[in-house]
């Protein structure tokens, strides 16, 4: 692993506890729920009642917790960090899913889930091409991908970036083509990119893929 990964997933942690640490647990996981909900609802995507949904990349709040008709997977390199350091992870809580310490790199490759999220993630994997191989690949023949990305609107900015670890959190500087031609290399067809935030470096889509 890289070293900069490797600061930005400290940094991650430590930002998980700065953000929480003045958050009533109960409250935040309501307020996390209700927010998945609307997301998920604002995608306009149905999912079939008998699918397997993995969530790569969930952190301690991620949108498993909205899948509890489903079976679930979800995956993160600091699940075990989360919960012996985060009040509000309790795995316990979610009986209804499968909880693995996994980096997305780390994915098997069998095609097993039919619907992959990959949320609030993508932008801070360690190797990105390979994470898009191991996410596409754990999908099965005609399932969907979902993605967000944090996208340059500046070519400039994105090199900038790159050159000098400007967003500690985001190993990966790209724009909206490049993750879509990431994607598309991996063979997954790239059938909506839904802007959900701008702003004036990044903009804030969801990738929604079809595994051919």
Not at 55 to 76: E, L, N, S, W
Request: with cysteine.
């Amino acid at each position: 692993m890289s070293l900069r990964w490797k600061i930005a997933q400290s940094a991650e942690l430590k930002w998980w506890q700065n953000y929480l640490k003045k958050k009533p647990e109960s409250d935040y996981r309501i307020w996390k729920k209700t927010y998945w909900t609307s997301f998920f609802e604002s995608l306009d995507l149905s999912i079939e009642k008998d699918a397997s949904i993995l969530d790569a990349g969930c952190g301690p709040a991620g949108i498993f917790m909205i899948f509890d008709d489903y079976k679930v997977t979800a995956i993160d390199p600091l699940l075990d960090e989360y919960e012996a350091k985060l009040p509000h992870f309790d795995k316990n809580m979610y009986p209804f899913v499968d909880f693995k310490t996994l980096s997305l790199e780390e994915l098997p490759d069998a095609p097993q889930y039919d619907w992959v999220f990959c949320l609030n993630a993508i932008n801070h994997v360690d190797d990105l091409e390979k994470s898009f191989q191991k996410l596409v690949a754990a999908t099965k023949p005609g399932g969907k991908l979902v993605v967000s990305i944090d996208a340059h609107n500046h070519s400039f900015l994105k090199h900038i970036f790159r050159a000098i670890p400007g967003d500690i959190l985001h190993p990966h500087q790209h724009g909206l083509k490049d993750y879509e031609e990431m994607l598309a290399r991996q063979g997954c067809k790239v059938e909506a990119s839904i802007l959900k935030d701008e702003a004036f470096i990044f903009n804030y889509y969801v990738l929604v893929g079809r595994k051919l």
